[in-house]
């Protein structure tokens, strides 16, 4: 399966942002879905992952309450909502799929391209 994320540019604090995760191949139904993110200087972080039918989802601590992650199979799409942002959310973010449900980025097999999300104070 091949992943395009679009959706971010720059904003100011307090914005909203949806990012979207374009797939392409009859099997993303059956993947696990993670955003990640890259800050200047810093490693890939974990930011949300969904199951692959959309049954669970877990946000991390820093993006709970303002990040939603969902998905619609019938689309090949994934999405992150991305609600009260702040100066420090700035980061390339990226969509993955793979087979394990997890925060590690290793664990996933297919990656995106990576969209830019800069938010100014």
């Known amino acids: 399966v091949q992943l395009q994320a679009s959706g971010g540019g720059l904003v100011q604090a307090g914005a909203s942002l949806r990012l979207s995760c374009a797939a392409s191949?009859?099997?993303?139904?059956?993947?696990?879905v993670g955003w990640f993110r890259q800050a200047p200087g810093k490693e890939r972080d974990h930011v949300a992952l969904?199951?692959?039918?959309?049954?669970?989802?877990w946000i991390a601590d820093s993006v709970k309450y303002r990040f939603t992650i969902s998905r619609d199979n019938g689309k090949n799409m994934a999405y992150l909502q991305m609600e009260g942002l702040k100066p420090e959310d700035t980061a390339v973010y990226y969509c993955?799929?793979?087979?394990?449900?997890?925060?590690?980025?290793?664990?996933?097999?297919?990656w995106g391209q990576g969209t830019q999300v800069t938010v100014s104070s």
């Open positions: 969904i199951h692959h039918d959309g049954s669970s989802t």
């Open positions: 993955a799929a793979g087979q394990l449900y997890s925060i590690r980025p290793r664990d996933y097999d297919h």
């Open positions: 191949g009859r099997t993303f139904s059956d993947l696990n």
